[in-house]
Structures are given as structure tokens and as C-alpha cells.
T-cell receptor, first 116, second 115 residues
Framework: DAGVIQSPRHEVTEMGQEVTLRCKPI?????LFWYRQTMMRGLELLIY????????DSGMPEDRFSAKMPNASFSTLKIQPSEPRDSAVYFC??????????????FGPGTRLLVL | AQSVTQPDIHITVSEGASLELRCNYS??????LFWYVQSPGQGLQLLLK??????LVQGIKGFEAEFKRSQSSFNLRKPSVHWSDAAEYFC?????????????FGQGTTLQVKP
């Protein structure tokens, strides 16, 4: 398997622009997670899906952030409008099942976002 | 609330020396514990995990970790460090509840290896 695929790997945009990050989970995985990594706050869970349904979005910082999973093989994280403080590395991860069954989360390579 | 503390932000060891990275967690029930490694510009790779059973867990790349409930710790060890081990290491705790898949990560420890 190719692992979790994220695109783009790097994104540079200007404040106020819309940013869309994409993720393809490992085939057959029922859970998908979006994380954000910054120097100040470390790794934070933003939202996760089970069978394409958002389960917990309590980590989404504000209404400018939205995430969708239209099907089992694709998810997007959108920031509109973007702000400089959104600059971070955004990771997507997937797992076969939930932690209670001993499953592991597999991480993608991340998207490095810079908002000028 | 669950939390993870990695007391050491940065550690430097000589190649061939032993390594121990500390991790302390706060969680009411039996935790699910993980160690991940992140090389520069890369995603996170799982080194090992503890869910139940033997408290000494073996992982990839020669790493092991020991779960000590009395100390709320899950320290990562390696007997002989290689230059390729230089990376950032994250400890994480998961609740394991059937209605949550959350992992809570520590702030990470950056390992530098001297030749």
C-alpha cells in the first residue's frame, strides 16, 4: 500500500486566500484524522471521521476551518480565509479501527502551509 | 483530562551510547501508550505501542519501552544509538474508548547524535 497520501506537500499563500489540503487514507481504513503541528502548540488533533462521518471536531480552531470526507478514499481540510497564524504542518492519519481495538494511526507526510 | 509530558525538549548522546527518553502521562484508567518518531520533513512513524499485557514492549529499530503504572511513565530506551536515530520523538496517549479515537501527544523530544 502507498500509505496515507497528502497533497500538496508545500503551500504558500497570502492572507485572505482560501487553502484546501487533501488526503487519501490507506485503503480499507475506517478512521481518518487531521492534525496540526506548530512549534508553540505541538501536535493537535483537529477533527476525525469514522466511516466518512465527522465524530469529533472540537479541535477545529474556528469557523474558518472546515473538513469534509465525501467518500472513503478522500478528505479535505479547508481554511477560508487563511491567516498567518494558520502557518503550520498539517498531517492526515488513518487507522483500520479505533484505539479501543488496539489499532495504530498511520500518518501521511504532511502539508507544510505558509500564509504570508 | 488526559495529558502527556516529555520533560526533555532536547537530548544529545554520542553514537553507540544508550538512550532513554522520558514520558509521563495523566490518565484515569489504563492508558494506551505510543511512541512515534519524526525525521526532518517527514510524517510520524510508529515505533511501538502498549495496550495491555507485558509491560516491556519491543518496537522497531531496536527500541523498547516500559510501562510503569506506579510512576505513570512510559520511557523509551535503546541500548546503542546510531546516527540515523537523530530525529524528534513523540509520546502519545489514547483513551481507547469506543467512541473516541483521540491521541494526545507530548511536546516531543529532539534527539541529536554526536559522532
Amino acid at each position: 500500500d502507498a500509505g496515507v497520501i497528502q497533497s500538496p506537500r508545500h503551500e504558500v499563500t497570502e492572507m485572505g486566500q482560501e487553502v484546501t489540503l487533501r488526503c487519501k487514507p490507506i485503503s480499507g481504513h475506517d478512521y481518518l484524522f487531521w492534525y496540526r503541528q506548530t512549534m508553540m502548540r505541538g501536535l493537535e488533533l483537529l477533527i476525525y471521521f469514522n466511516n466518512n462521518v465527522p465524530i469529533d471536531d472540537s479541535g477545529m480552531p474556528e469557523d474558518r476551518f472546515s473538513a469534509k470526507m465525501p467518500n472513503a478514499s478522500f478528505s479535505t481540510l479547508k481554511i477560508q480565509p487563511s491567516e498567518p497564524r494558520d502557518s503550520a504542518v498539517y498531517f492526515c492519519a488513518s487507522s483500520l479501527s479505533h484505539l479501543g481495538k488496539g489499532e495504530t494511526q498511520y500518518f501521511g507526510p504532511g502539508t507544510r502551509l505558509l500564509v504570508l | 483530562a488526559q495529558s502527556v509530558t516529555q520533560p526533555d525538549i532536547h537530548i544529545t548522546v554520542s553514537e553507540g551510547a544508550s538512550l532513554e527518553l522520558r514520558c509521563n502521562y495523566s490518565y484515569g484508567a489504563t492508558p494506551y501508550l505510543f511512541w512515534y518518531v519524526q525525521s526532518p520533513g517527514q510524517g510520524l512513524q510508529l515505533l511501538l505501542k502498549y495496550f495491555s499485557g507485558d509491560t516491556l514492549v519491543q518496537g522497531i529499530k531496536g527500541f523498547e519501552a516500559e510501562f510503569k503504572r506506579s510512576q505513570s511513565s512510559f520511557n523509551l530506551r535503546k541500548p546503542s544509538v546510531h546516527w540515523s536515530d537523530a530525529a524528534e520523538y513523540f509520546c502519545a496517549v489514547g483513551s481507547g474508548s469506543s467512541n473516541t479515537g483521540k491521541l494526545i501527544f507530548g511536546q516531543g523530544t529532539t534527539l541529536q547524535v554526536k559522532p
